[in-house]
């Protein structure tokens, strides 16, 4: 069984800051990318950001300047650190890692097959 914890989400202000952190335990396979995903009422699951196990990054148009992932995949750790917020960045944030080769212009969540539970954030006044 493989486990990602996520942390770190919660309420802010618009223009605030949150950082979501993700660790993923258990009998785990060489994991090769890491990601977060998000899924706001009434929409699809879209992506946020991925990492690769080269430190290959991608990012959803709409986060790019505002949003930072980071981690060391190799030891399956991965962050997303998120300035600038907006009411529409309002989801459930999904972490998620790949055990397969994900290109990371490429990725979708059908390239991920382990995910955690997922934790909200809310961006409103």
């Known amino acids: 069984q493989v486990h990602l914890a996520e942390s770190g989400g919660g309420l802010v202000s618009p223009g605030g800051s949150l950082r979501l952190s993700c660790a993923a335990s258990?009998?785990?396979?060489?994991?090769?990318?890491m990601g977060w995903f998000r899924q706001a009422p009434g929409a699809q699951r879209e992506l946020v950001a991925i990492?690769?196990?080269?430190?290959?990054?991608n990012y959803a148009d709409s986060v790019k300047g505002r949003f930072t992932i980071t981690g060391d995949v190799a030891k399956n750790t991965v962050n997303l650190q998120m300035n600038s917020l907006k009411s529409e960045d309002t989801a459930v944030y999904y972490c998620?890692?790949?055990?397969?080769?994900?290109?990371?212009?490429?990725?979708?969540?059908?390239?991920?097959?382990?995910w955690g539970q997922g934790t909200q954030v809310t961006v409103s006044s």
């Open positions: 258990g009998s785990i396979l060489s994991i090769l990318a």
């Open positions: 990492i690769t196990r080269g430190a290959q990054t």
């Open positions: 998620a890692a790949a055990t397969q080769p994900v290109l990371a212009l490429a990725a979708t969540q059908d390239s991920f097959n382990l």
